[in-house]
C-alpha cells in the first residue's frame, strides 16, 4: 500500500524517531549537546547530508548498478559530508565550529544516512525519498535540540544563543553533571522513558479507535445483510 | 559491457563528479577560511590596530634586541600602506626574570598608542603599574616629560616602571629612525 507522505514524514519523524525509537546517530546526541545553539547546528548538517544523499541517491537508484551501490552511497555521503564541513569551517561561528569538531566529519559514518538511502532511498522516488529525509531529519532535530535544551538549562542554568544569555535558574543551582557525557546519559534517559510512554499511549489510543471504527462498520453491514 | 570494466567506471565516474564538486567548494570557501584562520592568529594584533588589513613582520636592529624587544610587526592598510608598528617586549620588573613582565606596544604617528600586557608576576606598586599601565590614555603613555619619572610618579612603582618605560622608548627611537 502507498504511504502518504504525511505519513512518510510523521514515520522518521514521530514512531520511528531515529534517537529515541531506533537509537542511531546517539554519538552527535551525547556529544555535541552541551547547548541549543550546536543542537540547532548540528541538526542543520544532518538535515542538509542526508536531504542531499536521499535525493541524490533516489534520482540515481536505477543507474546505480547493483554490485557497487554501498560504495556509491559512501562517496555520496562522505562528498556532502565534506561540502557541509567546509561551509560551517568558512561562513559558521568558529567557537561552534570547534565545539561540534569531529562530529561534523563523523555524520559520514551516521547509520541514519547510511540506513535511509539503503532502506528507503534506493526503492522509493525522489518525492517520497525527500519526504523520508525531512521526516527523520526533523525527528533527529527533536532529539538533539531536546537534549541539549534540557542540558544546557540544567548545566548552566542559562540559555545561550549568538553570545546572548537568558538566565532560567539561578547559576548557583545548576548542575554541571548535566555539561559532562554522564548528564547526557542521565537526561537522554529521562526523555526516552517519557518519549516511550507517550508514544505507547497514542499507540493504544490509535488502535482503541480503529477497533472501534471496526466494529461500527461491521455492526452496518450487518444491519443491512438483515 | 564487461562489469570488470563497467563497475570501476562507474565509480570513477561518480568519485570524479563528488570531487568537482568538493573542488568547486574548496574554491569559494578557501580564501574565508585562510583570512578567518590569519585573522584569529592576529587577533591580539587588532587590539592595537582594528582597521588593519593585515601585519607583516619586520626585523629587529640590534638596538631593539638589547632593549628587552622580542618581536615587532608593521600593521598595513589594504594598499599595503604602514598605518604604524607593534613591538613586543619582555622586560624583567621588581618581580623579577622568572615571571618577566610581556607585553606589546604600538606606536603610530610619532606616538605611543596602546600597551597591553600579556603576562606578569608583579604585586603590589608594580601590580598597580601593570594594571594603571594597560588602560592609560594615549596623553598619559605620552607624557611631556620623562617617560620613567612621570610614570612612577603617577603609580610609585620604580623598577617595573623604569624597565617598561626604557623598552618602550627603544621602541619609539627605532620608529621614528625608521621610514614611518
Excluded at chain 1, 537508484?61 to 557497487?68: F, G, M, T, V
Excluded at chain 1, 544563543?161 to 542521565?186: C, H, M
Aim: hydrophobic share 50%; charged share 15%; proline share 2%.
Amino acid at each position: 500500500m502507498k504511504k502518504s507522505k504525511l505519513s512518510i514524514f510523521m514515520n522518521g519523524f514521530i514512531y520511528e524517531n531515529p534517537a529515541f525509537v531506533i537509537f542511531l546517530g546517539m554519538c552527535p546526541v551525547l556529544g555535541t549537546t552541551t547547548s541549543v545553539e550546536n543542537g540547532v547546528y548540528m541538526s542543520l548538517c544532518v538535515l542538509f547530508v542526508l536531504l542531499l544523499s536521499n535525493t541524490v541517491i533516489s534520482a540515481l537508484r536505477k543507474i546505480i548498478p547493483d554490485e557497487i551501490r554501498l560504495p556509491v552511497y559512501i562517496i555520496l555521503i562522505a562528498t556532502l559530508v565534506s561540502v557541509v564541513d567546509m561551509l560551517f569551517h568558512a561562513y559558521l561561528d568558529y567557537g561552534i565550529y570547534q565545539s561540534l569538531g569531529s562530529f561534523i566529519s563523523l555524520i559520514v559514518v551516521n547509520c541514519i544516512i547510511l540506513g535511509r538511502a539503503e532502506e528507503f532511498a534506493n526503492k522509493n522516488t525522489v518525492v517520497d525519498s525527500i519526504f523520508d529525509a525531512l521526516g527523520y531529519a526533523a525527528g533527529f532535530a527533536l532529539a538533539l535540540i531536546s537534549v541539549s535544551f534540557f542540558r544546557e538549562v540544567l548545566g548552566t542554568g542559562k540559555l545561550s544563543w549568538a553570545g546572548n544569555s537568558v538566565t532560567i535558574i539561578p547559576e548557583d543551582y545548576a548542575i554541571k553533571l548535566f555539561q559532562r557525557p554522564a548528564g547526557a546519559f542521565i537526561v537522554l534517559g529521562c526523555i526516552v522513558a517519557l518519549y516511550s510512554v507517550i508514544l505507547r499511549l497514542v499507540n493504544e489510543n490509535k488502535e482503541k479507535k480503529a477497533a472501534l471504527k471496526a466494529a461500527q462498520e461491521k455492526a452496518v453491514s450487518t444491519a443491512e445483510v438483515k | 559491457m564487461n562489469k570488470m570494466i563497467k563497475l570501476p567506471l562507474f565509480l570513477g565516474v561518480v568519485g570524479g563528479l563528488c570531487g568537482g564538486l568538493l573542488a568547486a567548494t574548496n574554491y569559494l570557501t578557501h580564501d574565508k577560511i585562510v583570512a578567518d584562520a590569519e585573522k584569529r592568529a592576529n587577533a591580539a594584533l587588532y587590539v592595537h590596530f582594528a582597521d588593519a588589513a593585515k601585519f607583516e613582520d619586520a626585523t629587529l636592529s640590534d638596538t631593539l634586541t638589547a632593549a628587552s624587544v622580542t618581536g615587532k610587526k608593521n600593521a598595513l592598510t589594504s594598499d599595503n600602506n604602514v598605518m604604524g608598528s607593534i613591538y613586543f617586549c619582555s622586560v624583567v620588573g621588581y618581580a623579577g626574570k622568572s615571571t618577566p613582565i610581556e607585553f606589546s606596544v604600538s606606536i603610530a604617528s610619532g606616538n605611543v598608542k596602546k600597551i597591553v600586557v600579556t603576562g606578569s608576576g608583579e604585586s603590589a606598586a608594580g601590580a598597580k603599574f601593570i594594571s594603571w599601565v594597560g588602560e592609560a590614555s594615549e596623553a598619559d603613555l605620552n607624557p611631556t616629560g620623562s617617560r620613567a619619572d612621570t610614570w612612577k610618579a603617577t603609580t610609585g612603582s620604580s623598577i617595573s616602571t623604569k624597565a617598561v618605560a626604557i623598552a618602550v622608548d627603544a621602541c619609539l627611537a627605532d620608529y621614528q629612525g625608521g621610514t614611518k
